[in-house]
């Protein structure tokens, strides 16, 4: 059967590999003029940038992937586990790094705070079983049915999962120190809400951060969605880039035909990999509808972020391949996120430099220098507000690490909400998805299925969640669905 998939991001691109596996006539539309959606990147005087996500975590998954194609990882990407993992610069102008190895991991934590190592190990151990659970029991699953839900190691283990503790809670009743709570609060950033609003279930990513460690991909995280699309094309997907989803025209309960930059193009099957949202309130019929503008305008978002994209002709010795600026007040910050849509007075924010990694990513002696400052969604964005905030964190950058970054940029590009609502149709200019609050959970977030008989949701605002590995696993989810659908036809016909 012919399946056509909306969008070439990662989720998009995992369903495209399971479906051309299983012998399915495939064919990806991209409205852009490459794979990765979010994770795609540019090349402009020498620099290469990617445009999205960076962090690459939980490597298994992306193993596990290509396992179930019967292909070799090694054959289409090269990881290595960066060593130290990241830096936090402190507002005392002291900064940590954190190591791969986790007896140096545990020493660092014993100069936090007395027996922070033993604390650290502790911790990690519970986040361990949340972890197993969490990834054996619940990644995959569609969030159709609350009998999805009954597994006897969740139910043996259900104290201990944390549901109902929050994360800052969990943190701050075993560690007392600023800095230990600060880097143990850090991947809730991802999960998008402030960490007395995340269930500690969600600590799992605690031990996907610091006991899995954080790896990089040759050639950035666009190399991962060059090598899905590599696995798909090599089961028969085909491409349709420049592409953009512009109506559906339905009938009979069902999508009959989709109009594609002005073209008009006959289905049979669909996949939507692109924005949940503008799919459903602005290319589906309104009669066929699940949600309304007001369920959605109710939902909890992950923020939104201004990103820069800096060209620097002069190496920062200070700054390691992941830095977070954690000079400022975390909590603060997330006011302004989330309680009170603004620009925040003192954000914290992140900076990348692949080319401390891979040097050919830069020209020799400059550095690729990315940025990204978490933003509310829907606020204002201008050129002015974009550069006051590049400034900002120069500023901070050359207070840190002595470099004047500023006098030595050659390149330099900005990303902010409207770009993020223009690119990708990003509901209120989001950047991560939906918040993984406890009532955005697993069955509670929109549903993957669709009113429409023959259309499918998949990526950051359904199961599982926002972020590289839900995204990659909402892809498997919705191929098998889209599979077991079509065989049911088939056996009933």
């Known amino acids: 059967m012919t399946i056509d998939i909306i969008g070439a991001g990662f989720s998009g691109l995992v369903a495209a590999c399971y479906l051309s596996k299983e012998g399915h006539q495939v064919i990806v539309h991209e409205k852009h003029d490459k794979p990765g959606g979010r994770a795609r990147n540019f090349k402009t005087n020498g620099f290469t940038f990617d445009m999205g996500p960076s962090w690459y975590w939980m490597p298994e998954i992306m193993e596990n992937i290509f396992a179930d194609m019967g292909k070799n990882i090694q054959d289409y990407l090269s990881i290595e ?135 990089y991909p040759k050639g950035g995280m666009y190399s991962l969605a060059v090598a899905l699309m590599q696995v798909a094309e090599s089961f028969g997907a085909t491409f349709n880039f420049n592409a953009n989803a512009e109506q559906f025209e339905c009938e009979d309960g069902r999508i009959k035909a989709i109009q594609f930059s002005g073209h008009r193009h006959e289905v049979n099957q669909v996949i939507a990999s692109a924005d949940y949202n503008f799919v459903e309130q602005q290319l589906i019929p309104e009669k066929y509808r699940r949600y309304s503008p007001s369920y959605w305008d109710k939902k909890k978002f992950a923020p939104s972020s201004l ?34 849509p603004s620009w925040p007075d003192s954000p914290l924010f992140y900076a990348c430099v692949t080319s401390r990694t891979e040097p050919e990513t830069a020209p020799e002696g400059c550095d690729n220098l990315f940025l990204l400052m978490p933003l509310a969604t829907n606020v204002e964005d201008n050129e002015a507000l ?108």
């Open 81 to 215: 586990r960066l060593d130290p993992a990241y830096k936090v610069f402190w507002k005392d102008d002291e900064s940590t790094s954190i190591p791969a190895d986790m007896a140096d991991l545990y020493s660092v934590f014993d100069g936090l705070e007395p027996n922070g190592g033993q604390k650290l190990k502790d911790f990690l151990s519970d986040a361990e079983l949340k972890y197993t659970i969490g990834t054996q029991k619940f990644l995959e699953k569609p969030g159709l049915k609350l009998t999805e839900l009954l597994d006897s190691a969740v139910f043996k283990n259900f104290f201990k999962l944390d549901i109902f503790k929050s994360v800052e809670k969990d943190v701050c009743n075993r560690f007392s120190s600023h800095k230990a709570r600060s880097i143990l609060r850090f991947p809730v950033l991802f999960l998008g809400e402030m960490p007395n609003r995340i269930p500690s279930l969600y600590t799992m990513m605690n031990y996907a951060d610091l006991k899995l460690g954080t790896w």
């Open 307 to 340: 990103l820069w994209f800096l060209g620097v002709d002069k190496i920062n010795p200070g700054l390691e391949h992941h830095n977070l600026f954690f000079d400022e007040d975390l909590i603060e910050h997330g006011k302004q996120i989330y309680e009170a």
């Open 386 to 493: 974009r550069n006051k905030y590049l400034k900002i964190m120069l500023d901070r950058i050359k207070k840190h690490t002595g470099v004047d970054v500023e006098s030595h940029l050659i390149y330099k590009k900005s990303y902010c909400i409207d770009d993020f609502k223009a690119d990708y149709n990003a509901y209120k200019g989001n950047a991560y998805g939906l918040a993984n609050t406890l009532m955005q959970t697993a069955n509670l977030k929109p549903k993957i299925t669709s009113k429409l008989e023959n259309l499918l949701f998949c990526g950051q605002l359904t199961v599982p969640g926002p972020g590289v590995p839900p995204a990659l696993i909402s892809g498997k989810i919705a191929a098998k669905l889209t599979s077991e659908k079509i065989k049911n036809k088939l056996i009933h016909s």
